[in-house]
């Protein structure tokens, strides 16, 4: 059986004996909050108890390295969307100990891509596109300025109103304790 089967089945029979009843919530968000978040496989429950989360609490973004690329990228819509049409009033920026994007080198990357049967000419094509493969690819020096660059774009973006707090925090993947780097209240 594949990944996708075990999962359908799982699916049916999730459904068959309703066990989604106790995650019906509504679309708006209880706590008024919005967060970005790494997609590290180790917060995937860790992050929502070590914040007392409960479904239907947040709207949750995770991405790679909880950080945002573009002030104008799809991360930033969710946010704005997020204070528009869901009345968030807070944002949560929640980056890691130990995350894989402190560590990432483009140029490993691009060439396990190329392993995997990526040519170079697609690589060509995108830098003739204007696009800085390796600088998208890069991942960040350190956690702490990841954070603080991603709280100061969300900030000073020129759709996000000026009372909504933007905090930025560090979470230990091992144990759930959150450092605070940005506290959005000062």
Excluded at 63 to 74: D, Q, R
Excluded at 159 to 172: E, K, R
């Amino acid at each position: 059986m594949n990944k996708l089967q075990e999962i359908l089945e799982y699916n049916r029979s999730f459904v068959e004996k309703k066990e989604y009843e106790e995650y019906r919530t509504s679309k708006e968000p209880n706590r008024k909050m919005v967060i970005l978040s790494c997609m590290d496989t180790r917060l995937m429950e860790l992050l929502p108890k070590a914040l007392n989360l409960k479904n239907g609490d947040v709207k949750l973004i995770k991405n790679a390295g909880a950080t945002i690329v573009h002030p104008f990228g799809s991360i930033a819509r969710s946010v704005i969307v997020a204070v528009y049409e869901f009345d968030a009033d807070e944002v949560l920026v929640i980056g890691h100990y130990g995350c894989g994007m402190s560590s990432l080198n483009a140029d490993k990357t691009i060439k396990k891509a190329m392993e995997r049967g990526i040519s170079q000419d697609v690589i060509a094509t995108l830098s003739n596109a204007g696009i800085d493969i390796k600088k998208w690819l890069h991942g960040f020096d350190s956690v702490e300025d990841s954070v603080k660059e991603s709280v100061e774009l969300i900030k000073n973006h020129p759709l996000i109103p000026d009372d909504i707090a933007v905090h930025g925090l560090i979470i230990d993947p091992e144990t759930g304790k959150l450092d605070v780097v940005v506290n959005g209240y000062k």
